[in-house]
């Protein structure tokens, strides 16, 4: 199961860390993907970190300003996010997916972030 935290209510320019910590399995065997769902949108990608490497993937709209990171003691992946934007509003998801597979197995709950001022 895993638990996306950390959303918030912020100003344009403001930056918040949602944080997605796992119970009952090891995030460093996954690659952790966060999704956003903005009202009357479809779900997309924003950031993805592999399970091996490490390498780091992000949505265009988000590059420079978001940044994924592991921390694999605490089974918890973060989602820096600088810079927010009125339209980075949306509920943000986190998700697993098991070296090898090609699908996003577990889901968080959604965690849900407010730009506005």
């Known amino acids: 199961q895993l638990q996306a935290s950390g959303g918030g209510q912020v100003q344009p320019g403001g930056s918040l860390r949602p944080s997605c910590v796992a119970s009952g399995l090891t995030l460093d065997d996954y690659a952790v993907g966060w999704f956003r769902q903005a009202p009357g949108k479809e779900r997309e990608g924003v950031s993805c970190i592999s399970s091996s490497s490490g390498t780091e993937y992000y949505a265009d709209s988000v590059k420079g300003r978001f940044t994924i990171s592991r921390h694999n003691a605490k089974n918890t992946v973060f989602l820096q996010m600088n810079s927010l934007k009125p339209e980075d509003t949306a509920v943000y998801y986190c998700?697993?997916?098991?070296?090898?597979?090609?699908?996003?197995?577990?889901w968080g709950q959604g965690t849900l972030v407010t730009v506005s001022s």
């Open positions: 998700a697993a997916r098991y070296s090898g597979h090609t699908e996003f197995g577990s």
